[in-house]
């Protein structure tokens, strides 16, 4: 029999002075299965509280309805209240008479009796609450992180730093990423390697990370605290214990022209190589696409010459099968090349160079130790021309968004050009000087007022070569819209930053969503940056959007910050408002009849199938179980399952329904 | 299976040699064409400054006609009228209404079903497949593609080429022996029509065309678009007068080009109607 | 039809199947379920325009199921079922041979399932013609006359769910209406209830109602609920552009979406 | 007739519409105090008879609101609820229940102003119409035939 207690509130006068508070509690005090019904001035304050503690003791209540201000700001000060009062606090439920009622009509009649059928529908809401109890689930204190770029090394480090495994999968042959690409960084100018590869030993080498170079995630499976992945360890086709790391393999090679992924094509390498000298792990691998062996069926040199007999020509791929608890996905960025732009020749012009080949010939390791040199000649340009936003704001390109990044480091390859060429004359073409971030716009002004490159504000419409020079034609859009033609010797466009290749097969089997430039998606796009819509899931840098270092590094903290929040404790509690699917004894065991269509629906792939065999392990049934761990509670697969086998705790069928009828009728 | 053709007004008109090199092209490959009976002027440029509505009714009437006529192909030679004629069709296939009430205009029934073929798209797909069988005077020249505007653009419409710097006369010249050039300005603007009221602006606009394609050591101009034709080879006395220069690099339909290269007569192809002289060696 | 008889023969005497479930002729000549297990029987089966009930209904009734592994008589509806059938996980395409009739009553040869899409694929999938007219008929009255109508039809409802029980897709174990907390559908039969259990059915079925009208045939007091279904089935395609039970891995349309969705009445 | 007030009952998500209603609150935005609201976690969650339980237990009008498209708490909720609601409202048309009882709206929780706006709409609306006699009739109508039966 259930003994209902409902507590008035006037909230000072926000309500009193339009609802008739002392004759909701005494209408409402009327009703069947009230036990207890009262009003007060101030329900959330200390004393109002202790009203409803005492009440509940005293009146035996079984279920609480707080008719104050919505249940979005004070339901948990209530529900606390009751737990401390004894009763479990999925026993109380909200009457909002003041958003929804006193602030929102006129005093009068009406306005109290609409006050008086909110109370009501509660009251018969609450008589169907159940008692719920949080829900525990655990966790394997093991983290994954997807990408070994400076997110993931940062991400990485962090956790491992706190006490917990890291478990870190890089599908190149070594962690880095686009950082240990760049020359110097801005707006500091200190030089990428010398900053980041002390980070990447420190990984190599830290006792709580496990690193897996050359392997990609084959599947995952499972549910935040207890993902179930399948790593792909690509065939290095070498033992690495074995191997020293020499490189007598890399210089023997016959195979040497193969354009260098690392050098972004600006140079060649071989078919067994490491991809730079600071290469962590410094290990070989053979680039089985190109090697001679592979091709042809001999060759074998590399075998030959190693001194430690390393070589493992028919090394199989592994699968390595882990238990992870939270995963950090930093799968970074690619940009867009010359060959994207019509306009630009189709990149067809040697000399057209994207920003990543720029900090190639810019970097004092690359392929021209860092003089700046045009490709097709070897020369020294004499003038250049940047062009920012290439592809990027420019939504007849498809890439509508600003890529973030372009504006600072197009200011900075203007600068680094002059430092090494004098005499030479840099300009830049640009819409807006986007430079908002911590001495990032007097780094601009630096390289205008300083450093005299010359900024245009205006797009370039087309770009041709003629005698050997490329014409650059745009225009001055602070002049008047003024035709602009430069005479240009190297161009550098400063493409848009794109999803990383393969970013959507990752989504997808993270299960994790991501919008259409394939960018993963966050939770929230400002309360919950960091987390993605699969809880347990976080993400780190540039594969959300393109992201500047700092940036990025702050992400991949803030990401290894929510997973050692998750690793702090064995267990993870939620709230039980999810959904669940009946039992019943056999026959039936359920009255789901296994259509999954509910599976479908599911923005959290929280249904699960489960079998009743019998006990020689024949399936007799097979029906969907809701995953408490990942099911949110959103409720869409209630309203969808034909055979209403499916409720949602706090929102349940009974729930829903007396509460359309007690609001309609009065008893 | 029956082609139709389209030639509106230049072909019967300033561009007779175009005319001729086509269908001397089509006997030469025992093709037949259907002219569009009873057509009427494509509106060109200057309907759809006027009135939308006229500037596709025009075009439509002629779709209609070869529809009734059962041409499956039509064949418009004129890059402007190729792309009134394709425009149209895609006005009309994006809006039912407006289909309807252009189909009201015109009193008869149009319903989008004959294909719109430019000359290089036909040239790809009835030329070409024979071509290396009759071959006999390679084109040994070395040769800059103008496209012009209408044969590529809008791209959206058309959905033909590349939009920058296209590709298909290149393609169809290198084919019959030619040796074809980077050039830049394949679809700079030639003037067009103001032809007749600014020739000034002509003589620069086309004037530029041609000095690239001197400047790079092109033979010829090959072009596909009577317009253009007229700009950079009708045009050339005001052109050098405008520039102070003595441009003489001969201005080819594409129809022409490959004509010579079958062996047809430079008569045949039309090539004695030009006002810049073609030497052929 | 004498392909029929052999096909289902050979298909029984190698054991390949356990059970034909087809159609035979009942004592006044009329055809009825038939489920034959033993080859000597298969002449008793028949295929001719007298054969209209979507067989499929029995494919997940327990009864039908134990006899073994089954081959069915399908015409296009029954083949559309299937698939459904499968897609919804209710079969396994592996347990099942489809004997294939096309609508002149030949034996199609339908070795497997992607046999049968193609098939379905290049088959006229709107509603039944004579179905298509009185939808016509109904969509030109008013709102008022058509409430008038349905009212009026759905008063005789005597909620006997003969309805459900000859749909094939139907399935559940527990029904909606067998539930009681809370009474989502009255039980007594009145027109009320008897509207509400027909929406319920209808929106059940939108989106997976493959047009066989099977529903309105099992009606014993005539009421036309078929065309429910069958107008929704229209709205899903003129909405979604899909027709149901057109591929065993068709997911239903109120399980998923389209973000680009189109409607005209949220404001 | 002129002084009829409808029943109007909300059902709303927790995430955008309550929320938005919320915020009509706190900018005390004043509005026809015919509707009363109920709280659901998300459109999703709706079901559809729960519309033809509010009609037949006695209200006159209807508003389902959630997030706007793109918009959901979880991610697609309101996507599926918008594919259920065509299917419904065409459903609904055929069969002549007069589907102008019912407002869908989107509503977000920065829509405060619009939401006081779609109730106003909705009741003056339902002003115009009268009561949903037809449908109380029918409920009416069938007790009576119980009543004739037993």
Same mark, same amino acid.
């Given at each position: 029999m259930a003994r209902i207690g409902v507590f008035v509130c006037h909230c000072g006068e926000n309500i009193s002075a339009t609802v008739d508070c002392g004759k909701v509690a005494e209408t409402i005090g009327k009703l069947k299965h009230v036990a207890y019904s009262t009003d007060y001035k101030y329900m959330c304050s200390d004393p109002g509280q202790t009203i409803i503690k005492d009440a509940i003791k005293e009146h035996n209540l079984t279920g609480v309805v707080v008719s104050a201000c919505s249940p979005r700001m004070h339901e948990p000060t209530f529900r606390k209240a009751c737990a401390e009062g004894g009763l479990n606090p999925f026993l109380c439920e909200m009457a909002n008479l003041r958003e929804h009622c006193s602030w929102v009509h006129e005093k009068n009649d009406l306005t109290t009796e609409k006050a008086i059928d909110i109370v009501r529908s509660q009251v018969e809401k609450v008589k169907l609450n159940s008692a719920l109890q949080p829900i525990k689930v655990p966790v394997t204190r093991t983290a994954l992180v997807i990408g070994g770029g400076i997110a993931g090394i940062q991400s990485a480090l962090d956790i491992a730093n706190c006490g917990h495994k890291v478990v870190m999968v890089e599908r190149s042959p070594s962690i880095g990423g686009h950082m240990s690409q760049l020359s110097e960084t801005f707006p500091t100018l200190d030089c990428s390697q010398c900053i980041l590869t002390p980070r990447m030993v420190e990984v190599a080498q830290h006792p709580n990370i496990t690193l897996y170079t050359y392997a990609e995630i084959e599947s995952v499976e499972g549910f935040i605290g207890n993902f179930k992945v399948k790593i792909r360890k690509k065939a290095k086709s070498l033992d690495e214990k074995i191997c020293t790391g020499c490189g007598l393999c890399t210089t023997k090679c016959p195979q040497k022209k193969i354009p260098n992924e690392f050098e972004q094509g600006m140079g060649m390498r071989p078919a067994i190589y490491i991809p730079f000298p600071q290469a962590v792990p410094n290990r070989p691998v053979i680039d089985r696409e190109h090697c001679t062996y592979y091709i042809k069926g001999k060759c074998k040199v590399c075998e030959i010459v190693c001194p430690t007999k390393a070589i493992r020509f028919d090394q199989p791929d592994e699968i390595l099968e882990l238990e992870i608890g939270a995963i950090v996905v930093s799968t970074g960025f690619d940009i867009k090349h010359a060959d994207f732009f019509p306009e630009y020749g189709y990149g067809k012009y040697k000399d057209i160079i994207d920003g990543l080949q720029f900090e190639r010939l810019a970097s004092a390791s690359g392929p021209t130790t860092g003089a700046i040199l045009r490709p097709s000649d070897g020369q020294v340009p004499k003038n250049i021309v940047f062009i920012a936003c290439a592809g990027s704001r420019d939504p007849a390109k498809g890439i509508a968004y600003c890529s973030k990044i372009c504006c600072m480091y197009t200011a900075k390859h203007a600068m680094l050009y002059k430092h090494k060429v004098h005499e030479g004359k840099a300009h830049v073409f640009y819409m807006d000087i986007r430079s908002g971030g911590k001495n990032y716009d007097e780094f601009v002004r630096r390289a205008i007022e300083e450093d005299h490159v010359n900024y245009i504000r205006g797009r370039v419409s087309t770009i041709y070569e003629r005698d050997g020079k490329l014409i650059v034609k745009g225009v001055d859009t602070l002049l008047g819209a003024q035709p602009v033609e430069i005479v240009a010797d190297m161009v550098v466009l400063a493409t848009a930053g794109i999803a990383s290749s393969g970013a959507e097969e990752l989504a997808q089997k993270l299960h994790v969503s991501y919008d259409s430039h394939k960018f993963f998606a966050e939770a929230h796009p400002k309360l919950k940056p960091v987390e993605t819509n699969t809880a347990g899931i976080f993400l780190a840098g540039a594969c959300q959007n393109p992201k500047d270092i700092p940036d990025t590094v702050s992400q991949a903290s803030g990401a290894a910050v929510k997973v050692a929040a998750l690793f702090s404790q064995s267990e993870l509690t939620r709230e039980p408002l999810v959904a669940?699917? =009946?039992?019943?004894?056999?026959?039936?065991?359920?009255?789901?009849?296994?259509?999954?269509?509910? @599976?479908?629906?599911?923005?959290? @792939?929280?249904i699960e199938r489960e079998d009743f065999k019998t006990r020689d392990g024949k399936i007799i049934k097979t029906v969907a179980k809701i995953n408490e761990g990942l099911c949110q509670g959103c409720g869409t697969c209630v309203a969808l399952c034909r055979s209403k086998s499916i409720d949602l705790q706090g929102y349940s069928n009974n729930q829903v329904y007396a509460e359309v009828v007690a609001l309609l009728n009065e008893y | 299976m029956k082609f139709g053709i389209y030639p509106g007004c230049s072909l019967t008109g300033s561009a007779r040699d175009y005319n001729e090199s086509v269908f001397a092209l089509a006997e030469a490959f025992g093709l037949e064409f259907t002219q569009v009976p009873d057509w009427n002027c494509c509106g060109a440029t200057a309907a759809h400054n006027l009135n939308k509505e006229l500037s596709l009714a025009l075009p439509a009437r002629i779709l209609a006609l070869a529809e009734k006529n059962g041409l499956e192909e039509i064949i418009v030679p004129c890059a402007a009228c190729y792309s009134r004629l394709v425009v149209t069709r895609h006005e009309l296939k994006k809006d039912p209404e407006l289909k309807n009430r252009i189909s009201e205009v015109i009193e008869m029934d149009y319903r989008g079903t004959s294909k719109i073929l430019n000359v290089i798209e036909w040239i790809d797909k009835y030329i070409t497949p024979k071509l290396d069988e009759k071959l006999v005077k390679p084109f040994n020249y070395k040769v800059a593609c103008y496209y012009g505007c209408l044969l590529v653009r809008p791209n959206k419409v058309l959905g033909y080429d590349r939009a920058e710097d296209p590709q298909t006369m290149d393609i169809v010249m290198r084919k019959i022996g030619a040796e074809t050039i980077d050039y830049p300005s394949k679809t700079e603007c030639c003037g067009a029509g103001l032809s007749i009221s600014r020739t000034d602006i002509v003589s #620069?606009?086309?004037? #530029? &065309?041609?000095?690239?394609?001197?400047?790079?050591?092109?033979?010829?101009?090959?072009v596909a678009c009577p317009m253009c034709h007229s700009n950079l080879d009708m045009r050339r006395p005001d052109i050098n007068k405008y520039w102070k220069t003595d441009f003489k690099i001969p201005v080819l339909f594409v129809t022409q080009a490959i004509g010579l290269a079958i062996g047809l007569s430079p008569e045949k192809v039309g090539l004695k109607r030009h006002f810049v002289e073609v030497k052929i060696s | 039809m004498n392909n029929l008889i052999a096909r289902a023969k050979e298909l029984l005497e190698n054991k390949i199947v356990q059970v034909i479930v087809g159609y035979e002729a009942g004592p006044t000549g009329v055809a009825r379920p038939a489920f034959i297990t033993n080859p000597a029987k298969a002449d008793l089966l028949i295929y001719d325009e007298r054969c209209v009930q979507n067989l499929a209904v029995y494919l997940t009734k327990p009864e039908v199921r134990n006899l073994g592994k089954m081959?069915?008589?399908?015409?296009?509806?029954?083949?559309?079922?299937?698939?459904?059938?499968? +897609?919804? @996980? @209710?079969?396994? $395409?592996? =347990? &099942? &041979?489809?004997?294939?009739?096309? +609508?002149?009553?030949?034996l199609l040869d339908i070795a497997d399932i992607k046999v049968m899409q193609a098939y379905i694929e290049k088959s006229d999938l709107g509603n039944p013609v004579k179905d298509r007219a009185l939808l016509v008929e109904l969509n030109k009255l008013s709102k008022e006359e058509r409430f008038a109508y349905w009212q009026k039809e759905l008063s005789k409802c005597i909620k006997c769910y003969a309805c459900r029980q000859a749909c094939p897709l139907c399935y559940c174990t527990r029904c909606t209406v067998e539930v009681n907390q809370p009474q989502w559908i009255p039980v007594q039969s009145n027109t009320h209830g008897n509207m509400e259990w027909h929406i319920l059915r209808a929106m059940h079925l939108a989106g997976r109602c493959i047009s066989c009208g099977e529903c309105g045939r099992a009606c014993p007091v005539g009421i036309p609920c078929h065309l429910l279904t069958m107008q929704l089935a229209d709205e899903v395609h003129n909405y979604f552009k899909v027709y149901a039970g057109t591929s065993e891995k068709m997911s239903s349309v109120l399980s998923t979406f389209e973000p680009n969705d189109k409607e005209s009445f949220i404001i | 007739m002129s002084d009829f007030e409808p029943k109007v009952v909300a059902f709303v998500c927790n995430w955008c519409t309550y929320a938005g209603a919320d915020l009509t609150g706190t900018s005390r935005i004043k509005y026809a105090s015919n509707v009363k609201i109920i709280r659901f976690p998300c459109t999703g969650r709706i079901d559809f008879m729960l519309l033809? #339980? $509010?009609?037949?237990?006695?209200?006159?009008?209807?508003?389902?609101?959630?997030?706007?498209?793109?918009?959901?708490?979880?991610? +697609?909720? =309101?996507?599926? $609820?918008?594919?259920?609601?065509?299917?419904?409202?065409?459903l609904m048309d055929f069969m002549g229940v007069d589907m102008n009882r019912i407002t869908f709206s989107w509503v977000s929780a920065a829509e405060g102003a619009k939401w006081a706006d779609v109730v106003n709409t909705t009741v003056t609306r339902l002003r115009e119409m009268g009561p949903y006699v037809s449908y109380r009739d029918l409920v009416n109508k069938s007790v009576e035939e119980e009543v004739k039966n037993e």
């Open positions: 669940a699917v =009946n039992r019943s004894g056999p026959p039936m065991y359920s009255t789901c009849v296994g259509c999954f269509l509910c @599976q479908s629906v599911c923005p959290y @792939q929280a | #620069k606009l086309s004037g #530029k &065309i041609i000095e690239d394609a001197e400047h790079r050591g092109a033979d010829a101009i090959i | 081959a069915i008589v399908a015409t296009l509806p029954v083949m559309r079922s299937i698939m459904m059938l499968i +897609s919804e @996980q @209710q079969i396994f $395409a592996d =347990n &099942i &041979i489809v004997l294939g009739v096309s +609508s002149d009553g030949s | 033809l #339980k $509010a009609f037949a237990n006695g209200a006159d009008g209807i508003i389902v609101s959630g997030c706007h498209p793109n918009d959901c708490h979880y991610t +697609s909720g =309101n996507f599926h $609820a918008k594919r259920r609601w065509i299917m419904f409202k065409e």
